[in-house]
């Protein structure tokens, strides 16, 4: 019998072991420091168990790869330790799925796997992973109809539903929570109408506009780091706009701008914060001597006006306050991320969504049409049962591990789901799933009119 193993035992793996033993004869290893957790996955399923492991002793790790049971490796781990799981599934002839973004030194690795004739599928979640999926179908079928990509735009976002945006920031955690807030730090760089735009970090949340869905109203939509390079990725050299962006509710991007400036994204560790209370702490920041003090400063140099929203945010969050601090070493980052934790959390029976959106404009050139095409994906959580983020990362990824087991995707090298032979089954076995987008197309302009 085939295995199946689990490094990790996050929020999204219980749907990718739930699929594989409800679908598939596999067996299936959770392999994780959180042996309860793991546990609970598994339940108490024949063909599932769990072992203890410690990711960063590499021996051990090795140890779990490399056993002959062992057909193909799961990483749900942070994406600072997927380099090491590739090179050891490479090292033992073993396939790897992962969800997170392929980074440099992941893709450095492929030419070694296509000699050893392994597939290395990295982002095969939802963004990256259902994304790519979605923008590849569209693409090549314009492409096939005669049809040339003009511009390429995409946002997603995994955000409360409606009825449990419950607190100020219009957020809550129901995913890596590191992640989360490290990608309001990110560079980013994108074409628009043939210019190249280039956002610094430090001014990223400032670059935002305004985002409508239909059905849902309008969101705020920032840009997702470097998307130049899938101009080749999705083969649409031809684009003179192509932009990737991140979608939350309205307030979140000035906030956290301001959280910024403040100096509370700092990841800085720090050994001086014993007996500080979040007030002082923040005074620190602000080079303030006294609450009086705090919020002039706030107001004169961050131009944070005490009846401001953000103001009303941060005493909801409680960084006025003179509650003593959570900890007494790490970073301001830390700090912050532990605070937003506690009262930014999903309760019993509340519905995280999923959006996510394509919109390609094509031109037929020998019908001189140009056409817009938009394809949305809203997904939503099940009261007392799986997250939509969940959903939408784990079944992808499980439908592709037993695709690979079942020799029906038989690529290799470290690769990403834009082939045909891994987005169509995909795509088609989702739909099925309960998880699909909605394509929808509009003419923009006919033969004999103009662009405008």
Same mark, same amino acid.
């Given at each position: 019998?085939?295995?199946?193993?689990?490094? *990790?035992?996050?929020?999204?793996?219980?749907?990718?072991?739930?699929?594989?033993?409800?679908?598939?004869?596999?067996?299936?290893?959770?392999?994780?420091?959180?042996?309860?957790?793991?546990?609970?996955?598994?339940?108490?399923?024949?063909?599932?168990?769990?072992?203890?492991?410690?990711?960063?002793? &590499?021996?051990?790790?090795?140890?779990?790869?490399?056993?002959?049971?062992?057909?193909?490796?799961?990483?749900?781990?942070?994406?600072?330790?997927?380099?090491?799981?590739?090179? !050891? $599934?490479?090292?033992?002839?073993?396939?790897?799925?992962?969800?997170?973004?392929?980074? @440099?030194?992941?893709?450095?690795?492929?030419?070694?796997?296509?000699?050893? *004739?392994? !597939?290395?599928?990295?982002?095969?979640?939802?963004?990256?992973?259902?994304?790519?999926?979605?923008? #590849?179908?569209?693409?090549?079928?314009?492409?096939? @109809?005669?049809?040339?990509?003009?511009?390429?735009?995409?946002? $997603?976002?995994?955000?409360?539903?409606?009825?449990?945006?419950?607190?100020?920031? *219009?957020?809550?955690?129901?995913?890596?929570? /590191? %992640?989360?807030?490290?990608?309001?730090?990110?560079?980013?760089?994108?074409?628009?109408? *043939?210019?190249?735009?280039?956002?610094?970090?430090?001014?990223?949340?400032?670059?935002? +506009?305004?985002?409508? &869905?239909?059905?849902?109203?309008?969101?705020?939509?920032?840009?997702?780091?470097? $998307?130049?390079?899938?101009?080749?990725?999705?083969?649409?050299?031809?684009?003179?706009?192509?932009?990737?962006?991140?979608?939350?509710?309205?307030?979140? $991007?000035?906030?956290?701008?301001?959280?910024?400036?403040?100096?509370?994204?700092?990841?800085?560790?720090?050994?001086?914060?014993?007996?500080? +209370?979040?007030?002082?702490?923040?005074?620190?920041?602000? %080079?303030?001597?006294?609450?009086?003090? =705090?919020?002039?400063?706030?107001?004169?140099?961050?131009?944070? @006006?005490? /009846?401001?929203?953000?103001?009303?945010?941060?005493?909801?969050?409680?960084?006025?306050?003179?509650?003593?601090?959570?900890?007494?070493?790490? +970073?301001?980052?830390?700090?912050?991320?532990?605070? #937003? =934790? /506690?009262?930014?959390?999903?309760?019993?029976?509340?519905?995280?969504?999923?959006? !996510?959106?394509?919109?390609?404009?094509?031109?037929?050139?020998?019908?001189?049409?140009?056409?817009?095409?938009?394809?949305?994906?809203?997904?939503?959580?099940?009261?007392?049962?799986?997250?939509?983020?969940?959903?939408?990362?784990?079944?992808?990824?499980?439908?592709?591990?037993?695709?690979?087991?079942?020799?029906?995707? @038989?690529?290799?090298?470290?690769?990403?789901?834009?082939?045909?032979? &891994?987005?169509?089954?995909?795509?088609?076995?989702?739909?099925?799933?309960?998880?699909?987008?909605?394509?929808?197309?509009?003419?923009?302009?006919?033969?004999?009119?103009?662009?405008?």
């Amino acid at each position: 019998m085939r295995t199946v193993l689990v490094l *990790g035992s996050g929020r999204v793996v219980n749907p990718f072991v739930r699929y594989l033993l409800d679908e598939t004869d596999l067996s299936l290893i959770v392999a994780s420091l959180d042996v309860d957790r793991a546990s609970d996955i598994i339940g108490s399923h024949p063909r599932g168990s769990v072992k203890t492991l410690d990711v960063r002793d &590499i021996d051990a790790l090795r140890a779990v790869v490399s056993a002959p049971s062992v057909s193909l490796v799961a990483s749900f781990l942070p994406p600072v330790y997927h380099v090491d799981v590739a090179k !050891l $599934c490479i090292a033992n002839g073993k396939p790897m799925i992962s969800t997170s973004y392929a980074s @440099d030194q992941l893709k450095a690795l492929s030419r070694e796997a296509e000699q050893r *004739g392994i !597939l290395i599928l990295a982002e095969v979640g939802l963004d990256p992973g259902i994304d790519h999926m979605s923008a #590849m179908k569209t693409i090549h079928d314009a492409q096939n @109809d005669g049809k040339k990509v003009i511009s390429f735009r995409s946002v $997603c976002g995994a955000i409360p539903a409606p009825e449990a945006s419950l607190n100020p920031f *219009g957020y809550k955690f129901s995913w890596y929570p /590191e %992640g989360a807030l490290s990608a309001a730090k990110r560079p980013a760089r994108y074409l628009e109408n *043939g210019r190249e735009i280039a956002i610094s970090s430090d001014s990223l949340l400032e670059h935002y +506009s305004l985002q409508y &869905i239909e059905g849902l109203g309008y969101f705020e939509n920032y840009p997702n780091m470097n $998307c130049l390079p899938y101009l080749q990725t999705y083969g649409i050299s031809t684009a003179r706009t192509i932009y990737r962006g991140t979608l939350r509710y309205i307030g979140w $991007c000035e906030t956290l701008s301001k959280f910024r400036k403040l100096g509370l994204l700092n990841e800085e560790e720090r050994d001086d914060l014993e007996h500080l +209370s979040y007030r002082q702490l923040l005074e620190q920041l602000t %080079g303030s001597a006294n609450q009086d003090e =705090l919020t002039q400063n706030l107001k004169s140099r961050f131009c944070i @006006d005490k /009846e401001s929203s953000i103001m009303r945010r941060l005493e909801w969050l409680g960084l006025l306050s003179d509650t003593p601090l959570p900890t007494q070493h790490g +970073s301001v980052f830390s700090i912050l991320l532990e605070t #937003m =934790l /506690e009262k930014m959390s999903y309760v019993e029976n509340e519905r995280d969504m999923v959006v !996510l959106q394509d919109e390609l404009i094509v031109e037929h050139l020998e019908k001189q049409e140009t056409e817009r095409i938009t394809s949305t994906l809203v997904d939503y959580g099940v009261p007392g049962g799986d997250s939509a983020i969940a959903r939408t990362v784990g079944i992808p990824s499980a439908i592709a591990t037993k695709l690979i087991l079942q020799g029906k995707i @038989d690529l290799v090298g470290v690769r990403i789901p834009t082939d045909p032979t &891994i987005y169509k089954p995909i795509l088609q076995e989702l739909k099925q799933q309960g998880i699909s987008l909605h394509e929808k197309h509009e003419q923009l302009v006919s033969k004999n009119e103009e662009v405008i």
